[in-house]
C-alpha cells in the first residue's frame, strides 16, 4: 500500500512536468509566425488599399483610407472585360462572366481529374498486376522527367478533334491520373486492410461495389484535401484556360490582362486590387469553410457494422 501511494505521487509531481521545445521547434515556429504576420499585413494593406482613390493611394499608401471607396468593387466588376473574338464577331467578357467560367472550369477539372485518379490509384495500390507496376512507374517518370514542347501537338490534336475551345473538352484532357494527387490516393489505399473488402465478397458485393461503398467512402478526409487543393489550383490557372479555352477566359487571365489596363476607369492601382480581391474572395471563403478539412488530422480507419 505504501509503494502504490507513493507512485501516486510522484506520478502527481510530474504530470505537470512539460518538455521543452528544442531548437528546431523554436526556429521552426517563429520562421512560421514571421510568415503569417507578412501574409496578414499584406492582406490587410491589399484591403485597406483597395477602397481608396488614386490621389490617397499615392499620398498616404500604408494609412487608413481617408474616404472609403466601396464604389471600386462595383466598377470592376462592371467596366473590366477582356476582348474575344467568337465566330468572326469580337465582343467582351466581363469580370462576372469570367467568375462563371473560373467556376465552370475549377469544379469540372476537379471532379473529372480526383475520379480518375481516385480510381486509378484504387485499382493500382489493392490489385497486385505487373500493370499495376508499370501505372506507377509511369506516373514517377513524368514526375521526374519535365515533358516539354508538346504543346503544339496537344493543340493541334485538340483542333482535329473537335475539343478545342470546349470546356468538355479541357474536361477531357484533365481526364488523367498523372501527378502528386495519384501517390496520395496510392499511399491511403495501400494503409487500407484488405479484410473489409474480403468480408464484402464473402457477402456477395462486387468489386465495384467494394470500391465504390467501402474503399472510397474510408479515405474521405483524404478525398476532401485533394478537392480542396485541386480546386485552388484550377482556380489559379490561366495558362491552361488561355491556350485551349481562348474565348472563355478565366479570372486568373482576367487578372493576367488586368494589369495591362490602359483604361482611366480602371487603371488606377486601387481599382486594379480591388479586382484582385474580388477574384480572392471565393478561394478565401472556401478555405474558410474547408479549413478543418485542409489541415486536420488525416486519418483513415475501419466501419463499423
Known amino acids: 500500500m505504501k509503494r502504490i501511494i507513493k507512485k501516486k505521487e510522484n506520478d502527481k509531481d510530474f504530470s505537470g512536468v512539460r518538455s521543452k521545445p528544442n531548437a528546431a521547434t523554436v526556429v521552426t515556429f517563429v520562421l512560421l509566425a514571421v510568415y503569417g504576420v507578412v501574409m496578414i499585413t499584406l492582406f490587410v494593406w491589399a484591403l485597406f488599399s483597395s477602397v481608396k482613390t488614386q490621389y490617397d493611394f499615392e499620398n498616404n499608401p500604408f494609412g487608413f483610407p481617408e474616404e472609403w471607396k466601396f464604389s471600386n468593387y462595383l466598377v470592376a466588376l462592371s467596366k473590366f472585360s ?24 475549377s469544379v469540372g477539372c476537379t471532379i473529372v481529374n480526383t475520379a480518375v485518379t481516385c480510381c486509378v490509384a484504387y485499382v493500382t495500390a489493392k490489385y497486385n498486376y505487373r500493370f499495376s507496376k508499370v501505372v506507377y512507374g509511369i506516373v514517377i517518370v513524368t514526375m521526374v522527367l519535365p515533358i516539354v514542347g508538346s504543346l503544339p501537338s496537344e493543340l493541334e490534336m485538340a483542333r482535329n478533334l473537335g475539343t478545342y475551345d470546349h470546356f468538355w473538352g479541357i474536361f477531357v484532357m484533365k481526364a488523367n491520373f498523372l501527378g502528386m494527387n495519384y501517390l496520395i490516393f496510392y499511399s491511403a489505399f495501400k494503409n487500407l486492410p484488405w479484410d473489409y473488402a474480403e468480408a464484402a465478397f464473402v457477402d456477395g458485393a462486387s468489386h465495384f461495389h467494394v470500391m465504390t461503398r467501402i474503399m472510397i467512402p474510408m479515405i474521405r478526409p483524404v478525398i476532401s484535401v485533394v478537392l480542396l487543393l485541386s480546386f485552388i489550383g484550377y482556380w489559379n490557372d490561366y495558362y491552361v484556360p488561355m491556350m485551349f479555352i481562348p474565348n472563355h477566359p478565366v479570372a486568373a487571365y482576367g487578372l493576367y490582362r488586368y494589369q495591362q489596363a490602359t483604361d482611366s476607369a480602371i487603371s488606377t492601382i486601387p481599382m486594379k486590387i480591388s479586382g484582385c480581391m474580388i477574384v480572392f474572395a471565393p478561394i478565401f471563403v472556401l478555405f474558410l469553410c474547408m479549413k478543418d478539412k485542409l489541415i486536420g488530422n488525416l486519418t483513415v480507419g475501419g466501419l463499423k457494422g
Open 82 to 105: 477582356v476582348p474575344v473574338i467568337q465566330d468572326g464577331v469580337s465582343r467582351k467578357v466581363f469580370l462576372p462572366e469570367m467568375l462563371l467560367n473560373s467556376l465552370i472550369y
